[in-house]
């Protein structure tokens, strides 16, 4: 008998010289730019925001640590109270509207045959008008004594307002700015989501005898979910923020009875007018604190439902 032997081969294993980390200086050189610039204007104020909310420091003297009193201070001051309150009334009376009309033209829009592209101009124009130029024609809009609003009152018998001079006047009136400067912008975004729903299902929908409405409700607004996820979390992120508006409308005062004061114009107020950084870090800290909070409650509403299904 024959003994077969058999000849295993010897594994050879090729080493792989790993390349050390500066060998890949030329990539991380392209990148720094951006690393630089975001180290010097993005992460170092936050920081020093941070660090700035448990000092005082009037801008000129030395810096004083104060521990957590401006927080406790901060929740103890009725302005504070009042600032929230009323950013949150602006946010909820102008995303609203906004949002609602945006879809409610993007749906008209879409149907639109002829002048297009003229509608789609026309309804980006605010957006990229001078925010303050729009500010001084709302105030003019909303005059006492010679605005267009009183003006179209008075044609119907109506008695004139007093729009900056009363509080929900105030609010009516940044209201009103608001919804016009955005309304387009949310429109066009609309505009491009529906333009991506397939028009198989429509047809579809159709043949089953679907009206307009079931239509909307059935296959649009479903469609459209991420679409109005985001234009929901910019303008809460915006909303929050509002400052132009209010400031250049009723001045840094907030109007009568403070109505239009925001967070943000009352953090203004504290840093460049009273000259109290630390308190004015403090109230920063609060803003980021209450998009996060609405950010996350509207992720919650309009995304975290559709996954659990």
């Given at each position: ?305 559709g996954e659990d299904r």
């Amino acid at each position: 008998m024959t003994a077969t032997a058999t000849v295993t081969r010897p594994t050879v294993t090729a080493a792989v010289p790993r390349r050390r980390i500066w060998s890949y200086w030329r990539f991380y050189l392209a990148l720094s730019p951006f690393y630089v610039l975001f180290a010097v204007f993005g992460l170092y104020p936050v920081l020093s925001t941070i660090v700035l909310a448990f000092q005082r420091w009037d801008g000129l003297s030395a810096r004083k640590f104060t521990g957590l009193s401006n927080f406790a201070f901060l929740v103890k001051d009725p302005t504070f109270w009042q600032a929230l309150e009323n950013t949150v009334v602006l946010f909820v009376m102008s995303t609203v509207p906004t949002l609602v009309l945006a879809l409610v033209l993007a749906v008209m829009l879409q149907s639109a045959v002829r002048f297009t592209n003229v509608y789609r101009i026309a309804y980006f124009i605010p957006n990229v008008t001078s925010l303050v130029a729009m500010a001084i024609f709302f105030s003019s809009i909303f005059s006492t004594n010679f605005g267009l609003v009183n003006a179209a009152l008075r044609s119907l018998g109506i008695p004139q307002q007093n729009w900056l001079g009363q509080p929900w006047g105030i609010k009516i009136a940044i209201t009103a700015m608001i919804v016009w400067q955005w309304v387009g912008y949310n429109t066009l975004i609309y505009l491009a989501g529906l333009q991506a729903i397939p028009r198989e299902q429509y047809e579809a929908a159709k043949v089953d005898g679907a009206g307009a409405v079931r239509t909307f409700f059935s296959i649009t607004l479903p469609q459209l979910r991420p679409v109005v996820l985001f234009t929901v979390m910019m303008s809460t992120i915006g909303g929050l923020q509002t400052f132009t508006e209010p400031q250049v409308m009723v001045g840094n005062s907030g109007g009568t009875g403070q109505s239009g004061m925001t967070v943000v114009m009352f953090f203004y107020r504290a840093a460049f007018l009273d000259n109290d950084y630390g308190y004015a870090a403090a109230i920063g800290l609060s803003i980021f604190v209450l998009v996060l909070l609405f950010t996350a409650i509207n992720w919650r509403i309009f995304r975290g439902r559709g996954e659990d299904r």
